[in-house]
Protein backbone atom coordinates (compact mmCIF):
# COMPACT_ATOMS: atom_id res chain seq x y z
CA UNK A 1 0.00 0.00 0.00
CA UNK A 2 2.98 2.58 0.67
CA UNK A 3 4.76 1.48 -2.43
CA UNK A 4 1.56 2.34 -4.41
CA UNK A 5 1.15 5.82 -2.66
CA UNK A 6 4.60 6.44 -3.27
CA UNK A 7 4.39 6.04 -6.96
CA UNK A 8 0.94 8.02 -6.90
CA UNK A 9 2.38 11.08 -5.02
CA UNK A 10 5.41 10.83 -7.75
CA UNK A 11 3.49 10.86 -11.15
CA UNK A 12 1.54 13.61 -8.89
CA UNK A 13 4.47 15.79 -8.11
CA UNK A 14 5.49 15.18 -12.02
CA UNK A 15 2.09 16.65 -13.54
CA UNK A 16 2.69 19.52 -11.02
CA UNK A 17 6.22 20.56 -11.43
CA UNK A 18 7.34 21.96 -14.91
CA UNK A 19 10.44 20.37 -16.62
CA UNK A 20 11.96 23.59 -16.64
CA UNK A 21 11.82 24.18 -12.63
CA UNK A 22 12.65 20.44 -11.95
CA UNK A 23 16.09 20.47 -14.31
CA UNK A 24 17.22 23.37 -12.87
CA UNK A 25 16.83 21.27 -9.21
CA UNK A 26 19.44 18.62 -8.66
CA UNK A 27 20.31 17.05 -5.57
CA UNK A 28 23.22 18.25 -3.52
CA UNK A 29 26.42 16.12 -3.94
CA UNK A 30 28.12 16.60 -0.34
CA UNK A 31 27.81 19.64 1.19
CA UNK A 32 28.59 22.12 -2.06
CA UNK A 33 26.82 23.43 -4.99
CA UNK A 34 28.29 23.23 -8.46
CA UNK A 35 28.99 27.09 -10.01
CA UNK A 36 26.17 28.65 -11.44
CA UNK A 37 23.82 27.20 -8.74
CA UNK A 38 23.27 27.69 -4.89
CA UNK A 39 21.76 26.07 -2.21
CA UNK A 40 18.51 25.21 -0.94
CA UNK A 41 18.26 22.85 1.66
CA UNK A 42 19.55 19.04 0.23
CA UNK A 43 19.34 20.36 -3.56
CA UNK A 44 21.01 23.11 -5.43
CA UNK A 45 18.94 25.23 -7.36
CA UNK A 46 20.55 27.06 -10.64
CA UNK A 47 21.10 30.87 -10.70
CA UNK A 48 18.43 32.45 -13.38
CA UNK A 49 21.63 33.51 -15.34
CA UNK A 50 22.43 29.46 -16.00
CA UNK A 51 19.00 28.29 -16.59
CA UNK A 52 18.78 30.93 -19.51
CA UNK A 53 22.23 30.31 -20.80
CA UNK A 54 20.72 26.81 -21.16
CA UNK A 55 23.57 25.08 -18.73
CA UNK A 56 22.72 21.43 -17.70
CA UNK A 57 24.04 20.24 -14.78
CA UNK A 58 23.44 16.36 -13.32
CA UNK A 59 24.79 15.29 -9.77
CA UNK A 60 27.48 12.43 -10.00
CA UNK A 61 27.62 11.14 -6.24
CA UNK A 62 29.66 7.95 -7.25
CA UNK A 63 32.48 9.80 -8.33
CA UNK A 64 31.95 7.82 -11.74
CA UNK A 65 32.88 8.90 -15.08
CA UNK A 66 30.22 11.78 -16.84
CA UNK A 67 28.74 10.80 -20.32
CA UNK A 68 29.96 12.01 -23.44
CA UNK A 69 29.65 15.15 -24.06
CA UNK A 70 30.01 16.08 -20.60
CA UNK A 71 32.72 17.10 -18.15
CA UNK A 72 33.26 16.66 -14.49
CA UNK A 73 32.97 19.24 -12.02
CA UNK A 74 33.64 18.22 -8.19
CA UNK A 75 30.46 15.86 -7.57
CA UNK A 76 28.56 16.81 -10.54
CA UNK A 77 28.65 16.34 -14.64
CA UNK A 78 27.57 19.85 -16.80
CA UNK A 79 26.94 19.44 -20.27
CA UNK A 80 29.75 20.80 -23.02
CA UNK A 81 27.21 22.44 -25.14
CA UNK A 82 23.58 22.92 -26.56
CA UNK A 83 23.47 19.64 -28.21
CA UNK A 84 24.61 17.69 -25.13
CA UNK A 85 21.79 19.71 -22.86
CA UNK A 86 19.21 19.07 -24.82
CA UNK A 87 19.53 14.89 -24.42
CA UNK A 88 18.05 12.99 -21.35
CA UNK A 89 20.16 12.02 -18.84
CA UNK A 90 19.89 9.65 -16.14
CA UNK A 91 22.20 7.85 -13.76
CA UNK A 92 22.59 4.15 -14.36
CA UNK A 93 20.96 1.95 -11.85
CA UNK A 94 22.45 -1.53 -12.50
CA UNK A 95 24.18 -2.97 -15.97
CA UNK A 96 21.21 -1.61 -18.47
CA UNK A 97 19.57 1.65 -19.66
CA UNK A 98 16.06 1.95 -20.08
CA UNK A 99 14.36 1.32 -23.52
CA UNK A 100 15.26 4.56 -26.00
CA UNK A 101 18.64 5.21 -23.74
CA UNK A 102 21.90 4.21 -24.23
CA UNK A 103 24.88 3.48 -21.76
CA UNK A 104 27.44 6.59 -21.83
CA UNK A 105 29.97 6.41 -18.79
CA UNK A 106 28.25 5.59 -15.28
CA UNK A 107 24.96 7.34 -17.00
CA UNK A 108 21.87 6.72 -20.00
CA UNK A 109 21.12 8.82 -22.39
CA UNK A 110 18.84 9.20 -24.98
CA UNK A 111 19.09 8.98 -28.59
CA UNK A 112 17.47 11.42 -29.41
Known amino acids: MKVRALAF ?3 ALAICVPASVASDVIQKVGDRCPTGTYSSGDYCKAFSSTSNKGTKIIANPGDGDCPVGWYRS ?3 CK ?3 KRAAEEDVIQKSGDDCPRGMYSS ?3 CKSYN
Open 9 to 11: AAI
Open 74 to 76: GGY
Open 79 to 81: AYG
Open 105 to 107: GDF
